[in-house]
């Protein structure tokens, strides 16, 4: 089972990136999927997560600027994020868990390996 992240890089405040976490191994359509991010120094904390009937939930620091969303064909989830600012800034995570929608990290059990997200100012 493997959760594999892209879309990271370098981009200017205000800009936009999509980041994707393609699921392979298993289907993760019945799961929750979330994104988390983790900034140097910090704890890795959750940022958006969708749930098996697209149910979607946000960290309020990134409201109305990322919408998380999922394609089940391609076994896919999206995080769009616009209106980036330097404080997003960090190592993005996509998870995956069998729970009902939750913001803590210790019930997700799968774990793609990040992508990283520089927002220059």
């Known amino acids: 089972v493997q959760l594999q992240a892209s879309g990271g890089g370098l981009v200017q405040n205000g800009g936009s990136l999509r980041l994707s976490c393609a699921a392979s191994?298993?289907?993760?359509?019945?799961?929750?999927m979330g994104w988390f991010r983790q900034a140097p120094g910090k704890e890795r904390e959750f940022v958006a997560a969708?749930?098996?009937?697209?149910?979607?939930y946000y960290l309020d620091a990134v409201k109305g600027r990322f919408t998380i969303s999922r394609d089940k064909a391609k076994n896919t989830v999206y995080l769009q994020m616009n209106s980036l600012k330097p404080e997003d800034t960090a190592v993005y995570y996509c998870?995956?868990?069998?729970?009902?929608?939750?913001?803590?990290?210790?019930?997700?059990?799968?774990w793609g390996q990040g992508t990283l997200v520089t927002v220059s100012s």
């Open positions: 191994g298993r289907t993760f359509s019945t799961y929750t």
């Open positions: 969708i749930t098996w009937n697209d149910a979607t």
């Open positions: 998870a995956a868990t069998k729970s009902a929608y939750t913001v803590s990290r210790f019930q997700y059990e799968y």
